[in-house]
Protein backbone atom coordinates (compact mmCIF):
# COMPACT_ATOMS: atom_id res chain seq x y z
CA UNK A 1 0.00 0.00 0.00
CA UNK A 2 1.24 3.34 -1.30
CA UNK A 3 1.97 5.46 2.43
CA UNK A 4 2.67 8.71 1.21
CA UNK A 5 0.53 11.52 -0.33
CA UNK A 6 -2.73 13.09 0.34
CA UNK A 7 -4.89 10.72 2.45
CA UNK A 8 -6.80 8.03 0.89
CA UNK A 9 -8.39 4.34 0.59
CA UNK A 10 -6.53 1.97 -1.54
CA UNK A 11 -7.91 -1.40 -2.87
CA UNK A 12 -6.41 -4.79 -4.45
CA UNK A 13 -7.82 -8.26 -4.71
CA UNK A 14 -5.66 -10.84 -3.85
CA UNK A 15 -6.71 -14.26 -5.39
CA UNK A 16 -5.83 -17.35 -3.48
CA UNK A 17 -9.08 -19.28 -4.61
CA UNK A 18 -8.16 -22.73 -5.96
CA UNK A 19 -9.89 -23.88 -9.14
CA UNK A 20 -9.53 -28.09 -8.80
CA UNK A 21 -9.54 -30.08 -12.26
CA UNK A 22 -10.88 -27.78 -14.49
CA UNK A 23 -10.59 -28.59 -18.61
CA UNK A 24 -10.77 -31.12 -20.67
CA UNK A 25 -11.25 -34.68 -19.10
CA UNK A 26 -10.76 -38.19 -19.76
CA UNK A 27 -8.69 -37.66 -22.42
CA UNK A 28 -7.40 -41.26 -23.97
CA UNK A 29 -4.10 -40.70 -26.27
CA UNK A 30 -4.11 -43.77 -29.27
CA UNK A 31 -1.18 -45.09 -31.47
CA UNK A 32 -1.53 -46.51 -34.55
CA UNK A 33 -1.76 -46.82 -37.93
CA UNK A 34 -3.54 -44.64 -39.96
CA UNK A 35 -3.63 -43.20 -43.59
CA UNK A 36 -2.17 -39.67 -43.08
CA UNK A 37 -0.76 -37.60 -40.19
CA UNK A 38 2.22 -36.02 -39.56
CA UNK A 39 5.68 -37.36 -38.10
CA UNK A 40 6.29 -36.68 -34.82
CA UNK A 41 3.05 -34.54 -34.04
CA UNK A 42 -0.50 -36.16 -32.11
CA UNK A 43 -3.75 -34.19 -32.43
CA UNK A 44 -6.84 -33.87 -30.16
CA UNK A 45 -9.84 -34.82 -31.55
CA UNK A 46 -13.23 -35.38 -30.20
CA UNK A 47 -15.35 -36.66 -33.65
CA UNK A 48 -15.06 -38.60 -36.18
CA UNK A 49 -15.17 -35.41 -38.61
CA UNK A 50 -11.80 -34.48 -36.85
CA UNK A 51 -10.26 -37.29 -37.10
CA UNK A 52 -10.60 -37.68 -41.05
CA UNK A 53 -9.53 -34.58 -41.62
CA UNK A 54 -6.41 -35.48 -39.48
CA UNK A 55 -5.21 -39.16 -40.40
CA UNK A 56 -7.85 -40.35 -42.97
CA UNK A 57 -10.45 -43.15 -43.16
CA UNK A 58 -10.75 -46.92 -42.34
CA UNK A 59 -7.93 -48.91 -43.53
CA UNK A 60 -8.20 -52.28 -44.66
CA UNK A 61 -4.54 -53.37 -42.90
CA UNK A 62 -5.18 -52.21 -39.66
CA UNK A 63 -8.11 -51.88 -37.22
CA UNK A 64 -6.65 -48.80 -35.69
CA UNK A 65 -8.92 -46.36 -37.20
CA UNK A 66 -12.18 -48.57 -36.75
CA UNK A 67 -11.39 -48.34 -33.13
CA UNK A 68 -11.06 -44.70 -33.04
CA UNK A 69 -14.03 -44.63 -34.60
CA UNK A 70 -15.87 -46.86 -32.33
CA UNK A 71 -13.95 -44.84 -28.96
CA UNK A 72 -15.71 -41.08 -30.77
CA UNK A 73 -18.72 -42.46 -31.15
CA UNK A 74 -19.07 -43.88 -27.97
CA UNK A 75 -17.89 -40.47 -26.73
CA UNK A 76 -14.28 -40.72 -25.97
CA UNK A 77 -11.89 -37.82 -26.19
CA UNK A 78 -8.83 -39.01 -28.06
CA UNK A 79 -5.02 -37.89 -28.56
CA UNK A 80 -3.94 -39.67 -31.94
CA UNK A 81 -0.68 -40.28 -33.10
CA UNK A 82 0.52 -42.29 -36.40
CA UNK A 83 3.31 -44.87 -36.11
CA UNK A 84 5.94 -44.21 -38.84
CA UNK A 85 7.90 -46.67 -39.98
CA UNK A 86 11.95 -46.27 -39.60
CA UNK A 87 14.80 -48.05 -40.68
CA UNK A 88 16.60 -47.16 -37.63
CA UNK A 89 14.31 -45.31 -34.67
CA UNK A 90 16.98 -43.44 -33.36
CA UNK A 91 17.46 -41.59 -36.89
CA UNK A 92 14.36 -39.54 -38.21
CA UNK A 93 15.83 -39.38 -41.04
CA UNK A 94 15.78 -43.13 -41.97
CA UNK A 95 11.26 -43.08 -41.98
CA UNK A 96 10.52 -44.98 -45.13
CA UNK A 97 7.85 -43.98 -48.15
CA UNK A 98 8.09 -40.69 -49.05
CA UNK A 99 5.16 -37.60 -49.93
CA UNK A 100 3.70 -36.39 -52.90
CA UNK A 101 4.80 -33.75 -54.06
CA UNK A 102 3.83 -30.74 -57.09
CA UNK A 103 5.36 -28.14 -59.01
CA UNK A 104 3.54 -25.05 -59.91
CA UNK A 105 4.41 -23.30 -64.04
CA UNK A 106 6.15 -20.55 -61.84
CA UNK A 107 8.21 -23.52 -60.13
CA UNK A 108 6.97 -22.74 -56.36
CA UNK A 109 6.61 -26.66 -54.78
CA UNK A 110 3.58 -28.16 -52.70
CA UNK A 111 4.30 -31.16 -50.51
CA UNK A 112 1.31 -33.25 -48.88
CA UNK A 113 2.12 -33.26 -45.63
CA UNK A 114 1.81 -37.19 -44.78
CA UNK A 115 3.89 -39.97 -45.80
CA UNK A 116 1.71 -41.91 -48.03
CA UNK A 117 0.06 -42.70 -51.43
CA UNK A 118 -1.96 -39.65 -51.06
CA UNK A 119 -3.56 -37.37 -53.79
CA UNK A 120 -4.42 -33.92 -53.62
CA UNK A 121 -5.15 -30.83 -56.30
CA UNK A 122 -4.62 -27.30 -55.49
CA UNK A 123 -6.86 -24.77 -57.18
CA UNK A 124 -5.26 -21.40 -57.34
CA UNK A 125 -7.32 -18.22 -58.81
CA UNK A 126 -7.30 -14.57 -57.96
CA UNK A 127 -8.77 -13.63 -54.79
CA UNK A 128 -12.51 -12.92 -54.71
CA UNK A 129 -12.42 -10.01 -53.29
CA UNK A 130 -10.49 -8.36 -56.47
CA UNK A 131 -7.75 -7.37 -54.49
CA UNK A 132 -4.67 -6.79 -56.41
CA UNK A 133 -1.95 -9.58 -56.73
CA UNK A 134 -4.16 -11.77 -53.98
CA UNK A 135 -4.34 -15.36 -54.49
CA UNK A 136 -7.39 -17.86 -53.44
CA UNK A 137 -6.50 -21.39 -52.93
CA UNK A 138 -8.63 -24.92 -52.74
CA UNK A 139 -7.55 -27.46 -51.42
CA UNK A 140 -9.04 -31.05 -52.62
CA UNK A 141 -7.90 -34.88 -51.86
CA UNK A 142 -8.37 -36.56 -55.16
CA UNK A 143 -8.05 -40.55 -56.63
CA UNK A 144 -4.67 -41.24 -58.65
CA UNK A 145 -6.55 -40.30 -61.99
CA UNK A 146 -7.29 -37.24 -60.15
CA UNK A 147 -11.25 -37.25 -60.82
CA UNK A 148 -12.76 -37.51 -57.70
CA UNK A 149 -12.48 -34.87 -55.86
CA UNK A 150 -13.26 -34.12 -52.00
CA UNK A 151 -12.58 -30.28 -50.55
CA UNK A 152 -10.37 -30.37 -47.54
CA UNK A 153 -9.23 -27.15 -47.26
CA UNK A 154 -9.61 -23.55 -48.64
CA UNK A 155 -6.95 -20.16 -47.91
CA UNK A 156 -7.89 -17.15 -48.82
CA UNK A 157 -5.99 -13.52 -49.80
CA UNK A 158 -2.83 -14.98 -50.46
CA UNK A 159 0.14 -12.85 -51.84
CA UNK A 160 0.97 -13.97 -54.81
CA UNK A 161 4.50 -13.70 -54.13
CA UNK A 162 4.90 -15.68 -51.00
CA UNK A 163 5.86 -14.14 -47.70
CA UNK A 164 6.37 -16.10 -44.55
CA UNK A 165 3.40 -15.02 -43.23
CA UNK A 166 1.41 -16.45 -46.11
CA UNK A 167 3.22 -19.90 -45.87
CA UNK A 168 2.54 -19.66 -41.81
CA UNK A 169 -1.43 -19.49 -43.13
CA UNK A 170 -1.47 -21.69 -45.60
CA UNK A 171 0.05 -24.17 -43.39
CA UNK A 172 -2.23 -23.38 -40.49
CA UNK A 173 -5.51 -23.61 -42.46
CA UNK A 174 -5.79 -27.00 -43.48
CA UNK A 175 -3.70 -29.86 -42.39
CA UNK A 176 -2.92 -32.31 -45.77
CA UNK A 177 -0.71 -29.83 -48.39
CA UNK A 178 2.52 -27.67 -46.65
CA UNK A 179 4.38 -24.83 -48.67
CA UNK A 180 7.69 -25.19 -47.18
CA UNK A 181 9.95 -22.25 -45.68
CA UNK A 182 12.22 -22.25 -48.78
CA UNK A 183 9.11 -20.98 -50.67
CA UNK A 184 9.32 -18.15 -49.39
CA UNK A 185 9.38 -15.26 -52.32
CA UNK A 186 8.56 -17.67 -55.23
CA UNK A 187 5.26 -16.83 -56.88
CA UNK A 188 2.08 -18.85 -56.77
CA UNK A 189 0.31 -17.81 -60.19
CA UNK A 190 2.87 -17.21 -63.09
CA UNK A 191 1.51 -14.10 -65.45
CA UNK A 192 -0.49 -12.91 -62.22
CA UNK A 193 -2.67 -10.02 -64.45
CA UNK A 194 -3.32 -12.58 -67.49
CA UNK A 195 -3.72 -15.74 -65.90
CA UNK A 196 -6.87 -16.49 -63.54
CA UNK A 197 -6.33 -19.24 -61.76
CA UNK A 198 -3.92 -22.91 -61.92
CA UNK A 199 -4.11 -26.50 -61.04
CA UNK A 200 -1.43 -28.43 -59.63
CA UNK A 201 -1.88 -31.98 -58.96
CA UNK A 202 0.23 -33.61 -56.19
CA UNK A 203 1.43 -36.87 -56.68
CA UNK A 204 4.33 -39.45 -56.03
CA UNK A 205 3.96 -40.52 -52.88
CA UNK A 206 4.76 -43.75 -51.56
CA UNK A 207 3.53 -45.77 -48.52
CA UNK A 208 5.65 -46.86 -45.60
CA UNK A 209 7.01 -50.10 -44.48
CA UNK A 210 4.34 -51.90 -42.54
CA UNK A 211 5.68 -50.67 -38.63
CA UNK A 212 7.65 -53.06 -36.38
CA UNK A 213 7.56 -53.62 -32.33
CA UNK A 214 10.67 -50.61 -32.60
CA UNK A 215 9.03 -48.49 -34.36
CA UNK A 216 6.32 -48.23 -31.55
CA UNK A 217 8.97 -48.59 -28.76
CA UNK A 218 10.84 -45.58 -30.72
CA UNK A 219 13.28 -43.77 -28.96
CA UNK A 220 13.05 -40.79 -26.33
CA UNK A 221 16.20 -38.81 -27.42
CA UNK A 222 14.44 -38.03 -31.01
CA UNK A 223 10.80 -38.57 -30.45
CA UNK A 224 10.05 -41.61 -32.62
CA UNK A 225 7.43 -44.19 -31.67
CA UNK A 226 5.35 -43.60 -28.05
CA UNK A 227 7.42 -40.83 -27.14
CA UNK A 228 5.63 -38.89 -29.78
CA UNK A 229 3.66 -38.27 -26.92
CA UNK A 230 6.45 -36.77 -24.53
CA UNK A 231 5.50 -33.09 -25.17
CA UNK A 232 1.80 -33.84 -24.24
CA UNK A 233 0.59 -33.80 -20.62
CA UNK A 234 -3.34 -33.82 -20.92
CA UNK A 235 -4.58 -37.49 -21.37
CA UNK A 236 -4.90 -39.69 -18.47
CA UNK A 237 -4.90 -42.92 -20.32
CA UNK A 238 -2.42 -44.49 -23.60
CA UNK A 239 -3.12 -47.28 -25.40
CA UNK A 240 -2.24 -48.82 -28.73
CA UNK A 241 -5.16 -50.60 -29.32
CA UNK A 242 -4.90 -52.32 -32.61
CA UNK A 243 -1.86 -54.47 -30.89
CA UNK A 244 -1.36 -57.07 -28.45
CA UNK A 245 1.86 -58.37 -27.90
CA UNK A 246 3.45 -58.33 -24.92
CA UNK A 247 6.30 -56.59 -25.79
CA UNK A 248 4.25 -53.69 -26.60
CA UNK A 249 2.51 -54.02 -23.37
CA UNK A 250 6.00 -53.96 -21.10
CA UNK A 251 6.88 -51.08 -23.66
CA UNK A 252 3.63 -49.20 -22.33
CA UNK A 253 3.78 -50.65 -18.85
CA UNK A 254 7.29 -48.58 -18.85
CA UNK A 255 5.70 -45.87 -20.03
CA UNK A 256 3.40 -44.80 -17.54
CA UNK A 257 5.59 -45.78 -15.01
CA UNK A 258 8.06 -42.96 -15.76
CA UNK A 259 5.61 -40.50 -16.44
CA UNK A 260 3.02 -41.30 -13.26
CA UNK A 261 0.10 -39.08 -14.92
CA UNK A 262 -1.35 -41.78 -16.71
CA UNK A 263 -2.42 -45.58 -17.16
CA UNK A 264 -1.64 -47.76 -20.03
CA UNK A 265 -5.40 -49.66 -21.38
CA UNK A 266 -3.70 -52.75 -23.00
CA UNK A 267 -5.69 -55.88 -24.31
CA UNK A 268 -5.53 -59.33 -25.24
CA UNK A 269 -5.42 -60.89 -28.61
CA UNK A 270 -9.22 -61.66 -30.20
CA UNK A 271 -10.57 -64.73 -31.33
CA UNK A 272 -9.23 -66.63 -27.73
CA UNK A 273 -11.30 -67.93 -24.91
CA UNK A 274 -11.27 -66.65 -21.44
CA UNK A 275 -8.43 -69.44 -20.68
CA UNK A 276 -6.39 -68.27 -23.26
CA UNK A 277 -6.43 -64.49 -22.56
CA UNK A 278 -5.22 -65.78 -18.89
CA UNK A 279 -2.36 -67.59 -20.53
CA UNK A 280 -1.69 -63.84 -22.68
CA UNK A 281 -1.51 -62.09 -19.76
CA UNK A 282 0.67 -64.59 -17.58
CA UNK A 283 3.17 -65.10 -20.67
CA UNK A 284 2.30 -68.44 -20.44
CA UNK A 285 1.37 -71.93 -22.95
CA UNK A 286 1.80 -70.56 -26.31
CA UNK A 287 2.58 -66.99 -25.14
CA UNK A 288 6.25 -65.66 -24.00
CA UNK A 289 7.52 -61.97 -22.21
CA UNK A 290 7.23 -60.61 -18.81
CA UNK A 291 3.74 -60.38 -17.47
CA UNK A 292 2.73 -56.95 -16.77
CA UNK A 293 3.05 -56.12 -12.87
CA UNK A 294 1.58 -53.24 -12.32
CA UNK A 295 -1.47 -50.98 -10.94
CA UNK A 296 -0.87 -48.50 -13.77
CA UNK A 297 -1.69 -50.88 -16.53
CA UNK A 298 -5.35 -52.77 -17.18
CA UNK A 299 -5.98 -55.43 -19.74
CA UNK A 300 -9.50 -55.59 -21.78
CA UNK A 301 -10.99 -58.95 -22.92
CA UNK A 302 -13.25 -59.27 -25.56
CA UNK A 303 -14.15 -59.43 -29.25
CA UNK A 304 -16.90 -57.29 -30.49
CA UNK A 305 -19.32 -58.66 -33.55
CA UNK A 306 -20.16 -55.51 -34.94
CA UNK A 307 -21.14 -54.19 -38.79
CA UNK A 308 -18.10 -52.90 -40.54
CA UNK A 309 -19.27 -49.16 -41.22
CA UNK A 310 -17.90 -49.85 -45.24
CA UNK A 311 -18.83 -53.16 -46.35
CA UNK A 312 -21.66 -53.85 -43.79
CA UNK A 313 -20.14 -56.99 -43.21
CA UNK A 314 -19.95 -58.63 -39.93
CA UNK A 315 -16.44 -58.63 -38.31
CA UNK A 316 -15.13 -58.95 -34.50
CA UNK A 317 -12.72 -56.71 -33.62
CA UNK A 318 -11.28 -55.70 -29.91
CA UNK A 319 -13.44 -54.23 -27.22
CA UNK A 320 -10.84 -51.72 -26.15
CA UNK A 321 -12.13 -48.97 -28.43
CA UNK A 322 -15.81 -48.85 -26.73
CA UNK A 323 -14.47 -49.67 -23.37
CA UNK A 324 -11.99 -46.15 -24.20
CA UNK A 325 -15.62 -44.93 -24.59
CA UNK A 326 -16.83 -45.71 -21.43
CA UNK A 327 -13.74 -44.64 -19.24
CA UNK A 328 -13.55 -41.23 -21.18
CA UNK A 329 -17.51 -40.63 -20.53
CA UNK A 330 -17.73 -41.75 -16.79
CA UNK A 331 -14.56 -39.18 -16.26
CA UNK A 332 -16.78 -36.22 -17.81
CA UNK A 333 -20.63 -37.16 -16.74
CA UNK A 334 -19.66 -38.62 -12.79
CA UNK A 335 -16.04 -39.06 -10.96
CA UNK A 336 -12.69 -40.21 -12.25
CA UNK A 337 -12.65 -42.46 -9.48
CA UNK A 338 -15.91 -44.12 -10.24
CA UNK A 339 -15.32 -47.38 -11.70
CA UNK A 340 -16.06 -47.13 -15.40
CA UNK A 341 -17.81 -51.00 -15.57
CA UNK A 342 -21.53 -52.46 -14.73
CA UNK A 343 -24.85 -51.45 -15.70
CA UNK A 344 -24.77 -47.58 -15.10
CA UNK A 345 -21.25 -47.04 -16.77
CA UNK A 346 -20.16 -49.81 -18.91
CA UNK A 347 -22.48 -50.42 -20.87
CA UNK A 348 -21.42 -51.27 -25.14
CA UNK A 349 -24.04 -49.78 -27.55
CA UNK A 350 -24.01 -50.14 -31.47
CA UNK A 351 -22.30 -53.66 -31.19
CA UNK A 352 -24.31 -57.22 -32.41
CA UNK A 353 -22.45 -59.47 -29.37
CA UNK A 354 -19.75 -60.95 -28.22
CA UNK A 355 -17.81 -63.89 -29.42
CA UNK A 356 -16.92 -65.35 -26.48
CA UNK A 357 -19.66 -64.86 -23.28
CA UNK A 358 -17.84 -65.19 -20.26
CA UNK A 359 -21.44 -63.53 -18.88
CA UNK A 360 -23.30 -67.30 -19.21
CA UNK A 361 -23.83 -69.52 -16.18
CA UNK A 362 -21.73 -72.39 -17.84
CA UNK A 363 -18.28 -70.19 -17.77
CA UNK A 364 -18.82 -68.80 -14.26
CA UNK A 365 -15.86 -70.65 -13.29
CA UNK A 366 -13.61 -69.37 -16.11
CA UNK A 367 -15.00 -65.67 -15.58
CA UNK A 368 -13.80 -65.64 -12.14
CA UNK A 369 -10.39 -67.15 -13.51
CA UNK A 370 -10.29 -64.30 -15.99
CA UNK A 371 -11.07 -61.82 -13.06
CA UNK A 372 -8.78 -62.96 -10.48
CA UNK A 373 -5.77 -62.51 -13.17
CA UNK A 374 -7.27 -59.06 -13.51
CA UNK A 375 -8.52 -59.02 -16.81
CA UNK A 376 -11.82 -57.07 -17.48
CA UNK A 377 -13.74 -58.53 -19.84
CA UNK A 378 -16.86 -57.48 -21.94
CA UNK A 379 -19.73 -59.77 -21.26
CA UNK A 380 -23.23 -60.04 -22.74
CA UNK A 381 -25.36 -60.20 -19.20
CA UNK A 382 -28.77 -61.27 -19.46
CA UNK A 383 -29.89 -58.42 -17.67
CA UNK A 384 -27.93 -55.51 -18.98
CA UNK A 385 -26.89 -56.65 -22.24
CA UNK A 386 -23.70 -55.91 -23.81
CA UNK A 387 -21.22 -54.30 -20.80
CA UNK A 388 -17.70 -54.10 -19.62
CA UNK A 389 -17.37 -56.15 -16.42
CA UNK A 390 -14.37 -55.93 -14.60
CA UNK A 391 -12.61 -53.12 -12.26
CA UNK A 392 -8.89 -54.85 -11.69
CA UNK A 393 -5.68 -53.59 -12.74
CA UNK A 394 -2.58 -55.77 -13.16
CA UNK A 395 -0.40 -55.35 -10.14
CA UNK A 396 -0.35 -58.55 -8.58
CA UNK A 397 0.19 -57.69 -4.79
CA UNK A 398 -3.02 -57.43 -3.14
CA UNK A 399 -3.27 -53.67 -2.35
CA UNK A 400 -6.44 -51.45 -2.96
CA UNK A 401 -4.35 -50.61 -6.24
CA UNK A 402 -5.71 -53.86 -7.49
CA UNK A 403 -8.95 -51.89 -7.71
CA UNK A 404 -9.29 -49.54 -11.39
CA UNK A 405 -11.38 -47.02 -9.88
CA UNK A 406 -9.07 -46.96 -6.93
CA UNK A 407 -5.84 -46.66 -9.52
CA UNK A 408 -7.82 -43.89 -11.32
CA UNK A 409 -8.24 -42.10 -7.83
CA UNK A 410 -4.79 -42.35 -7.49
CA UNK A 411 -3.51 -40.97 -11.08
CA UNK A 412 -6.59 -38.17 -10.18
CA UNK A 413 -4.79 -36.68 -6.99
CA UNK A 414 -0.97 -36.84 -8.21
CA UNK A 415 -2.50 -35.26 -11.06
CA UNK A 416 -4.44 -32.27 -8.97
CA UNK A 417 -2.34 -31.86 -6.74
CA UNK A 418 1.27 -31.36 -8.29
CA UNK A 419 0.22 -27.69 -9.93
CA UNK A 420 -1.15 -26.51 -6.32
CA UNK A 421 2.16 -27.57 -4.97
CA UNK A 422 4.43 -26.07 -7.86
CA UNK A 423 2.32 -23.10 -7.64
CA UNK A 424 4.45 -21.54 -4.17
CA UNK A 425 7.81 -23.18 -5.80
CA UNK A 426 10.60 -20.13 -5.33
CA UNK A 427 8.51 -18.72 -2.35
CA UNK A 428 10.07 -18.29 0.83
CA UNK A 429 11.01 -22.15 2.13
CA UNK A 430 9.26 -21.74 5.33
CA UNK A 431 5.96 -22.77 7.48
CA UNK A 432 3.95 -19.74 6.26
CA UNK A 433 4.55 -21.18 1.99
CA UNK A 434 3.61 -25.13 3.97
CA UNK A 435 0.57 -23.58 5.01
CA UNK A 436 -0.41 -21.94 1.35
CA UNK A 437 0.35 -25.38 0.20
CA UNK A 438 -2.10 -27.00 2.99
CA UNK A 439 -4.82 -24.45 1.62
CA UNK A 440 -4.63 -25.26 -1.54
CA UNK A 441 -4.70 -29.05 -0.75
CA UNK A 442 -6.94 -29.28 1.36
CA UNK A 443 -9.66 -27.96 -0.62
CA UNK A 444 -9.24 -31.16 -3.44
CA UNK A 445 -9.40 -33.33 -0.71
CA UNK A 446 -12.31 -32.27 0.65
CA UNK A 447 -13.99 -32.42 -2.87
CA UNK A 448 -12.86 -36.10 -3.27
CA UNK A 449 -14.16 -37.08 -0.26
CA UNK A 450 -17.65 -35.39 -1.07
CA UNK A 451 -17.92 -36.82 -3.88
CA UNK A 452 -17.74 -40.24 -2.89
CA UNK A 453 -13.73 -41.45 -3.30
CA UNK A 454 -12.31 -41.44 -0.52
CA UNK A 455 -13.67 -42.53 3.27
CA UNK A 456 -11.60 -39.62 4.61
CA UNK A 457 -7.68 -37.78 4.55
CA UNK A 458 -5.01 -36.52 6.61
CA UNK A 459 -2.56 -34.38 5.65
CA UNK A 460 1.07 -33.96 7.13
CA UNK A 461 3.23 -31.35 6.09
CA UNK A 462 4.28 -29.67 9.33
CA UNK A 463 2.01 -26.49 8.23
CA UNK A 464 1.06 -26.34 12.02
CA UNK A 465 4.42 -25.56 13.98
CA UNK A 466 5.87 -22.60 14.88
CA UNK A 467 9.77 -23.01 14.24
CA UNK A 468 11.58 -25.59 12.35
CA UNK A 469 12.64 -27.04 15.15
CA UNK A 470 9.33 -28.30 15.57
CA UNK A 471 8.83 -30.25 12.22
CA UNK A 472 8.26 -33.55 12.56
CA UNK A 473 7.78 -34.68 8.23
CA UNK A 474 10.52 -32.35 7.47
CA UNK A 475 14.53 -31.99 8.60
CA UNK A 476 16.79 -28.49 8.23
CA UNK A 477 18.82 -30.23 6.36
CA UNK A 478 16.32 -30.97 3.22
CA UNK A 479 14.64 -27.59 3.96
CA UNK A 480 17.90 -25.68 3.75
CA UNK A 481 18.41 -27.65 0.33
CA UNK A 482 15.26 -26.06 -0.51
CA UNK A 483 12.98 -29.45 0.11
CA UNK A 484 9.70 -29.38 1.32
CA UNK A 485 7.80 -33.27 1.69
CA UNK A 486 4.29 -33.22 2.69
CA UNK A 487 2.36 -36.64 3.13
CA UNK A 488 -0.83 -37.29 1.98
CA UNK A 489 -3.14 -40.12 3.81
CA UNK A 490 -6.36 -41.00 2.21
CA UNK A 491 -8.66 -44.47 2.31
CA UNK A 492 -10.07 -45.05 -0.65
CA UNK A 493 -13.57 -46.71 -1.69
CA UNK A 494 -13.32 -49.49 -3.89
CA UNK A 495 -16.33 -50.59 -6.44
CA UNK A 496 -18.34 -52.78 -5.29
CA UNK A 497 -17.96 -55.61 -6.20
CA UNK A 498 -20.25 -58.61 -4.71
CA UNK A 499 -23.61 -58.47 -3.05
CA UNK A 500 -24.60 -61.12 -0.93
CA UNK A 501 -28.58 -61.61 -0.95
CA UNK A 502 -30.33 -63.71 2.18
CA UNK A 503 -33.29 -64.85 1.72
CA UNK A 504 -35.04 -65.83 5.08
CA UNK A 505 -38.41 -68.31 5.16
CA UNK A 506 -40.43 -68.45 8.01
CA UNK A 507 -43.57 -69.72 9.19
CA UNK A 508 -46.96 -67.85 8.75
CA UNK A 509 -47.52 -67.17 12.87
CA UNK A 510 -43.64 -66.21 13.39
CA UNK A 511 -43.72 -62.63 13.94
CA UNK A 512 -40.89 -60.37 11.71
CA UNK A 513 -40.48 -58.01 15.18
CA UNK A 514 -39.75 -61.19 16.67
CA UNK A 515 -37.23 -62.31 14.26
CA UNK A 516 -35.78 -58.90 13.10
CA UNK A 517 -32.63 -58.10 14.09
CA UNK A 518 -31.59 -62.37 14.99
CA UNK A 519 -28.66 -63.20 13.17
CA UNK A 520 -28.92 -65.59 10.23
CA UNK A 521 -26.70 -68.15 8.73
Known sequence: MNTQGLAKVSAEVIDISVLIATGLKGIHA????TEK??????????????????????????????????????????RVGRVHSYGDVSDPSTVTGSKSTGTLTSGTVLNASSIGELYYTVALKHAANGQDDKVDAVIYQTDVTNTVRNEVGKVANLNNTLTAEDVVKFNASQVDVVIDDSQIGEVLIDSYSTVDNEEVFIEGGTAMDAPVETDYTGDSSVGTGIHIFDNESDFVRISIPA???NTIDVMLEAYVIKRQDCRAILRTPIGISGATAVDYRECSGVYTGQPVNS???????????????TTGAKVGIPAIGDVAGCMSNKD?????????????????KNALGIEYNLGT??????????????????????????VYWGNGTLQKEDTLLKHENVADLMIFILRAVTPLAKSELFDPNDVETWKAIHRKVRPLLETIKKGRGIWGYLYQGDQDIETIEEAVVNNPNDVDAGG?????????????KYVGIKVTVTNSGVSFEEVAGQPTV
Open 30 to 33: FFGE
Open 37 to 78: GREGKTVLVGSWTEYKKHFGGLLATSDFPLLCKRALDSGCKL
Open 332 to 348: NKQREWFASAGAKRGKI
Open 243 to 245: MAN
Open 484 to 496: YVFILWVKPKVGM
Open 361 to 386: AARALEADNVDSHGINPVIDDKDYGL
Open 295 to 309: WLASMVYGELIVTHP
